[in-house]
C-alpha cells in the first residue's frame, strides 16, 4: 500500500484543521512513547573519547533523526539510506518499495558518553513503534521497515539479546518486527531531507509525528536529553 503526497496532506489537514500541506514526503507513524527496561547485555563504556556507528531504521527518517539529534553523546545524526544499492539511493526511487533499501538513520556516538544499549532503548522506546515491520501507521513499503544495520558482531550480538529480553518480558502487545540486516552500506538521504524537523517545525507532518517523540524523549530520558 502507497500513500500519495495528496493523500497525506489531505488527511494531515483533516486531523489539523489546516489547508493541504504542498509537500508530505513520510507517512505517518507512532508517536507514542513507553518505558522500557535497560538492556542486560551492553557495550562496556568506552574509556577515552572515540566515534562508533549505527544505523537504524524506522519509519520516516525525519523523525529518527530529531530524536538522535537531542541525545547526549550523539555527534550527528543523518538521514540517509541502507539496504540497497547506490544506483537506488534516490528519494523517489526508495519510495517505490522496490529498490530494498530503508529510509534509515546513520548515528554517530561517543562510546565514553553514551552506550549501543542505551541508543537501542531509546529507538525502541520513543523513536517508533518496534512491533510494525513494514509500516509506521498509513505508510506501508519495506522502505519504512523497523531494522537495525549492524557493522560488527557485537553490534549484532547487543540487539539479538535486547529484543529477546523484551519480549521475554512482553513489555509490548505484540513481538518485537524488528529485523537485524548487516549494513554494507549507508547513503545519506538528499540535503533537502537532513534536520528536516528542526527547520519545518511548524509542518503539521512534524508538529503531528515527530515532534511529540522528541518531547517523549525529554520525559522517558531527562538525563539524555539535551536541546540542539
Not at 81 to 95: L, Q, R
Not at 166 to 180: E, G, H, N, S, W
Amino acid at each position: 500500500m502507497k500513500i500519495s503526497t495528496e493523500n497525506k496532506s489531505s488527511f494531515i489537514s483533516k486531523v489539523m484543521g489546516m489547508i493541504p500541506v504542498a509537500t508530505i514526503a513520510c507517512g505517518i507513524g507512532s508517536a507514542s512513547a513507553m518505558t522500557i527496561p535497560t538492556p542486560m547485555q551492553d557495550e562496556p563504556r568506552a574509556a577515552q573519547t572515540s566515534e562508533q556507528h549505527i544505523v537504524v531504521a524506522g519509519g520516516c527518517f525525519w523523525g529518527i533523526q530529531a530524536v538522535f539529534q537531542h541525545l547526549k553523546g550523539v555527534k550527528t545524526a543523518i538521514s540517509g539510506y541502507a539496504g540497497g544499492t547506490a544506483e537506488t539511493a534516490k528519494y523517489n526511487a526508495v519510495s517505490t518499495g522496490d529498490t530494498g533499501h530503508a529510509e534509515a538513520v546513520q548515528i554517530t556516538y561517543d562510546p565514553s558518553q553514551i552506550t549501543l544499549g542505551q541508543i537501542l532503548q531509546v529507538f525502541f522506546s520513543v523513536a517508533h513503534n518496534p512491533t510494525e515491520l513494514n509500516y509506521q501507521g498509513p505508510d506501508h513499503g519495506t522502505q519504512y521497515r523497523s531494522a537495525i544495520f549492524f557493522s560488527t558482531p557485537e553490534q549484532k550480538a547487543v540487539a539479538e539479546k535486547y529484543i529477546a529480553q523484551l519480549d521475554a518480558t512482553k513489555v509490548f502487545d505484540a513481538p518485537i518486527a524488528t529485523k537485524l540486516e548487516p549494513l554494507t552500506q549507508f547513503y545519506p538521504a538528499e540535503a533537502y531531507h537532513q534536520d528536516y524537523a528542526r527547520l519545518n517545525p511548524m509542518n503539521p507532518y512534524i508538529m503531528i509525528n515527530d515532534a511529540p517523540k522528541v518531547r517523549a524523549l525529554k520525559k522517558e530520558f531527562p538525563d539524555w536529553y539535551m536541546e540542539k
